[in-house]
């Protein structure tokens, strides 16, 4: 909880440089112009006493867990150290559990440790305070002696402000950065004891027994091809739902409808992105998948109860917005003068819209359907909980089929150890997903802007 | 005259195709609404037990002997450490039931209460010591989940033992059973037991993690729009920056879940399951929406009220901060409490960074161990409990509720401050 | 719009100028179309107020005015165009060869297949040249075959003054072509149709002169085939392409004559005004 008290006193010592410097302006003011307004003297002096306090305690956080790691393994004996580098990690969690229970269970190396984390943690700490106390004094002192006159007190503000906003948009990228990286490298890591190739076209997937029988290099259990197949075989029965009851209702309400009933079926519709996807992966395994498994048995038909048929229909209603909407959008953009051009001829409107306004508006609607597609294939909450988790290489939608994203989930959570290649090959799974959903997105964005060009 | 009769002769047909395609479209939109009615109402009909627990009226003596203290005891947490309160509700138990004498059928009476009876006991004790002095008190108790869904159906289950229905069946002769208004739902926290789980953990940690995401993405979302409208300069970085933007809103959230654990949890060693974590996790998620959102705010201020003050010798960081800004932030925040509803109901990839962890306290700050609504729900749904099924549904219903309300409340301020310019 | 219902409005208030009912021969014995008392509304606002006039077979009819003064609207509201305007209603009697156009058993896909319409904004579909002229047959019918199309495709660009420029790249796409190109590519896809009239709404004025000229030309030719009305805020146009011209004004059909008459020697003060130029 120092941070917190550090931070409070970063803003404190702000607080004190604004004061300052505005009174000392506002004294200079007195005697002749300036070229600033005495409360900008005030911001330019809190920025040079807050914001390099502010990094270095930003820095010294991020980094200061990476350095008490390091220290803590120099003391923990040998055992400990040549096995992997994940039982470090557990032997870290296990000193702040004991640390957090005050309980070292009379373990001379949990005490040794412990002793040397809080030691470690003390250090860090009052050196933080006092280069934290230091650097805002200095700060304001360095903002002081500066002379007045010569300082453009506001557009220095104003540079440090327009540098945060640059920093504020920089973040997306840094978004992007992170997840390639993360990603990146752990998937890096588990090609390295699995080949890329027999990932990429195994048939066989099987996590758990290459951890049972202790065969990290063990390459034959990790073909992601069946996890591939089924998701793309309840994507494409989401899809299946989606597009045709997406378009018509978008060409419905678009073309057809009155005002009022488009004003109140719009957002109505719309209401089915809004609702959470774990809500649908309730009503799916609850509800879809019995109903659906009931109804198969009813006429003789072995529909497994966690049919990727389930899966699929609630993930088609969960995106019929996304194509209705994006579709409404583009058909919208067609303009006026296609639809006068087209009824002046003595064409239907139905004749319209099939052969002038789709169409024209193609490019636009497959750009739709491909960014549907990219979330239905993203998409976690439905298929963990109403699909399965046995990968079968299968077509038949009645059976059941497990998905890259459930695969994800089931082999993140619960315990785990960093290194496995159990929890590494998610991580290989996660890259795939981003980069197929990239791809697609980029996609599909180019195919819209090119489609919104052609009608501006 | 020739060609006229060519088109007559194609009309019919034609107008056949036409109403055709009509009804295509109607039956696209009512397809669209009887699946949200369908998915709304089946919902609604499968948490409305949840919303009615099961009691059962017990009478209890609590006078200091039952209890095995002296008397006058002071009456605190320490000093009841040692009472048997299960034991003082099973001999209440039979009592009611005095010709319950067998072994087994004793194990199936005490199971007609919740286990969590006990501290409802002492809870009540706790807080009103005096009734001790009355000996004896009349006690409706939490019933036990099965009873309760034996109870409400009023139809037997598997899980109810014939003799435990017919225990049932005496109680309800006797009056001593009744439902009445779950409180437990909205004051407890997650529990193994049905009948003692409750949302309250829940909706802190969703608390808590939505006050970390909209901390960090509401600033960071807005410098970063007000840089991409009116600072930033036409080149490659910027177009670099919106391309991004626009691919971020499109990622699968489950992999800003595996940037979390990766990143956060493993590299910077963040603790698991906290709040802030997930907090940072659905901040960088919901970013691209207020971006996007507060770009568009900032777009429709007329250029002319910026030129005014431009005009009036303004830098332009003093026009964007004193005018544009103010007059966009209705915007903004519609923008902003869409990105939060968002975040509200996101559940995969907070899995990631385990928030599914099963917690029984609820969570005091952004670093305690926690759990949101959402995955909360999730984790009841994988329960194979019949009552956790109502349950479920209920949460669904809170969570739902909630979005809806945000929701209204972004329609209502775009409603109230949309301008005309 | 004060003064809606008085029988003589003041229509210009500066100048004090009355309006008693249209001057001049807004009737004529062979019409095509006669429109009586036509009162044309947008929602609570009335667009065009009591409009008698005929439209004489094979006649090229131009109606002028200053922008807003209905000329439109009138038009759109001979092919039922501003059906397609959903707050739009049109009042009056308004006869295609005597048959009621806002009849019940009239067709609008009939109507529009008779009258085609020439808009403003040359507007080709997003489809090869081929097939932007193809497409009224087709919708309708009227071809047996590929030649007959082939044929009916090929005819409607001559006629259009097209073929020459394209006739070798039908394949390509109509947008591609320049905007006097495209406008004439809009009269073939029309012409395509067969139709008995063709109503031009300012069909030159997104176009230079020189695609104005060769528009000019074809209206002339056409005028063989076709019954013809164009609205155009040129006078010159008018002047040039018309055989009779009505004068629109606020909603209100001032005059109407033969376009050498009106030009040279109008009887309406307002008409007047504008051929002169005090307005416009």
């Known amino acids: 909880m120092t941070a917190s008290v550090l931070i409070l006193l970063i803003i404190g010592l702000s607080i004190l440089a604004f004061l300052a410097g505005r009174f000392r302006a506002a004294r200079a003011q007195k005697n002749g112009r300036l070229k600033a307004l005495p409360k900008h003297y005030g911001y330019y002096t809190a920025i040079w006493s807050g914001l390099p306090a502010l990094i270095l305690l930003v820095a010294w956080s991020a980094l200061k867990p990476v350095y008490i790691h390091e220290q803590i393994r120099e003391v923990l004996p040998q055992s400990v150290l040549t096995q992997s580098n994940a039982s470090v990690d557990l032997y870290m969690n296990d000193i702040l559990l004991a640390i957090q229970n005050n309980d070292t269970r009379d373990d001379p190396v949990l005490i040794r440790a412990v002793d040397r984390y809080q030691q470690l943690q003390q250090e860090s700490n009052w050196i933080l305070t006092v280069l934290v106390v230091l650097l805002g004094l200095s700060g304001i002192v360095y903002a002081m002696t500066n002379s007045l006159l010569r300082t453009q007190a506001r557009s220095h503000t104003e540079t440090v402000i327009r540098v945060a906003l640059f920093i504020c948009s920089g973040v997306a990228i840094v978004t992007t950065i992170g997840i390639v990286l993360s990603v990146l490298f752990e998937s890096l890591r588990f090609f390295q004891s699995v080949n890329f190739f027999d990932f990429v076209f195994g048939t066989k997937w099987s996590p758990q027994i290459a951890i049972r029988a202790d065969q990290a290099g063990s390459s034959g259990a990790f073909g992601a091809v069946p996890l591939f197949f089924g998701t793309l075989l309840i994507s494409a029965i989401a899809l299946l739902i989606a597009v045709p009851v997406g378009l018509f209702s978008a060409i419905y309400l678009s073309e057809y409808a009155s005002q009022r009933f488009r004003a109140t079926a719009k957002p109505a519709l719309e209401i089915l992105a809004g609702i959470p996807t774990v809500v649908y992966g309730f009503f799916a395994a609850l509800t879809v998948a019995p109903f659906i498994r009931d109804l198969g048995q009813s006429i003789g038909l072995d529909v497994s109860s966690e049919s990727a048929l389930a899966a699929g229909v609630v993930m088609g209603v969960m995106i019929i917005p996304f194509v209705s909407s994006l579709s409404d959008d583009v058909i919208t953009a067609v303009p006026q003068a296609m639809r006068d051009g087209s009824l002046g001829l003595g064409a239907t409107r139905s004749e319209t819209i099939k052969q002038v306004i789709i169409p024209a508006a193609l490019p636009g609607i497959v750009g739709g359907v491909l960014l549907a597609a990219s979330r239905a294939i993203g998409e976690t909450m439905i298929v963990v909980m109403a699909a399965g988790l046995s990968a079968n290489l299968t077509a038949n939608p009645l059976e059941a089929v497990t998905t890259v994203t459930v695969q994800i989930v089931t082999l993140l959570t619960g315990d785990q150890e960093f290194d496995s290649p159990k929890t590494l090959a998610a991580f290989a799974l996660g890259l795939m997903l981003f980069v197929t959903t990239l791809v697609l997105n980029v996609f599909a964005l180019h195919i819209v802007r090119k489609y919104r060009e052609q009608y501006e | ?421 | 719009m004060t003064t809606l219902h008085e029988t003589a409005p003041v229509i210009d208030a500066h100048q004090d100028i009355q309006f008693d009912g249209t001057i001049g021969e807004n009737l004529v014995e062979n019409a095509k179309f006669s429109t009586r008392n036509v009162n044309v509304f947008y929602g609570e606002k009335q667009a065009i107020f009591d409009a008698s006039l005929d439209i004489a077979e094979n006649e090229v009819i131009a109606l002028i005015g200053p922008s807003g003064c209905g000329k439109s609207t009138y038009l759109r509201s001979l092919n039922r165009m501003n059906d397609t305007i959903p707050i739009c209603r049109v009042e009056g009697e308004l006869k295609l060869d005597g048959e009621n156009i806002y009849g019940k058993s009239m067709d609008p896909v009939l109507l529009r297949a008779r009258v085609g319409m020439v808009f403003q904004k040359p507007n080709p579909f997003p489809k090869s040249i081929y097939d932007n002229v193809a497409y009224g047959p087709r919708i309708h019918g009227l071809a047996r075959n590929s030649s007959e199309l082939d044929e009916i495709v090929e005819t409607s660009l001559q006629k259009a003054g097209l073929f020459k420029e394209v006739k070798d790249r039908l394949d390509a796409p109509g947008t591609g072509l320049s905007g006097g190109q495209q406008q004439r590519l809009c009269i073939a896809r029309t012409i395509a149709v067969s139709p008995e009239v063709i109503l031009m709404d300012e069909p030159a004025s997104a176009l230079d002169p020189i695609a104005t000229a060769t528009i000019e030309e074809l209206i002339d030719e056409l005028r063989e085939n076709f019954t013809i009305a164009i609205v155009t805020h040129s006078m010159q146009q008018a002047a040039r392409v018309s055989q009779r011209t009505a004068y629109f004004h606020l909603g209100r059909l001032i005059e109407v004559g033969q376009t050498n008459q009106i030009f040279t020697n109008p009887r309406h003060q307002l008409t007047e005004n504008y051929i002169t130029g005090k307005f416009g």
Do not use: C
């Open chain 2, 1 to 421: 005259m020739n060609n006229t009769e060519q088109v007559k002769l194609s009309l019919k047909k034609r107008y056949a195709r036409e109403k055709r395609f009509q009804w295509y479209g109607k039956i696209a939109v009512w397809i669209g609404f009887v699946f949200l009615a369908t998915l709304l109402l089946d919902i609604t009909l499968k948490a409305l037990p949840a919303f009615q627990k099961t009691e059962i009226q017990l009478q209890v003596p609590i006078d200091w002997e039952t209890l095995g203290l002296q008397p006058d005891t002071r009456i605190d947490p320490e000093s009841l450490r040692t009472v048997d309160f299960g034991g003082v509700l099973k001999k209440s138990l039979r009592e009611v039931f005095p010709d319950v004498k067998k072994r087994k059928d004793k194990k199936l009476l005490y199971r007609l209460i919740s286990s969590g009876a006990e501290y409802q006991l002492r809870d009540l004790i706790l807080s009103e010591p005096e009734l001790i002095q009355q000996g004896k008190i009349s006690l409706w108790v939490t019933a036990d989940d099965d009873v309760d869904t034996f109870y409400k159906l009023k139809k037997s289950t598997s899980r109810i033992k014939p003799k435990q229905a017919e225990m049932i069946q005496q109680l309800m002769d006797q009056g001593k059973i009744r439902t009445r208004f779950n409180d437990t739902f909205f004051q407890n926290s997650d529990s193994r037991e049905p009948e003692q789980a409750g949302i309250r953990g829940a909706l802190v940690g969703s608390f808590w993690t939505l006050l970390v995401t909209l901390v960090i993405s509401l600033p960071i979302g807005i410098g970063a729009a007000v840089y991409l409208e009116e600072f930033a300069p036409k080149n490659k970085l910027t177009d670099i920056i919106e391309v991004n933007i626009n691919n971020l809103a499109a990622v699968p959230s489950i992999v800003f879940g595996l940037l979390g654990l990766a990143v956060f949890i493993n590299f910077f060693g963040m603790p698991r399951s906290a709040p802030l974590v997930g907090g940072i996790v659905l901040s960088l998620m919901t970013l691209p929406t207020i971006i996007i959102s507060a770009r568009a705010a900032i777009k429709s201020v007329p250029p002319s009220i910026k030129e005014a003050a431009l005009g009036l010798g303004a830098s332009h960081m003093q026009t964007v901060f004193h005018h544009v800004l103010p007059l966009a932030m209705p915007g903004i925040l519609t923008g902003a409490i869409i990105g939060m509803a968002q975040a509200l109901g996101e559940t995969a990839p907070l899995l990631m960074i385990g928030m599914v962890a099963f917690i029984v306290d609820v969570p005091g700050g952004i670093l305690d161990s926690a759990t949101v609504l959402p995955v909360q729900i999730y984790l009841w749904a994988d329960s194979p409990e019949r009552a956790f099924t109502a349950l479920t549904a209920a949460a669904i219903l809170v969570l739902l509720a909630f979005l809806v309300t945000m929701n209204a409340i972004a329609i209502y301020l775009r409603k109230q401050f949309e301008r005309r310019w």
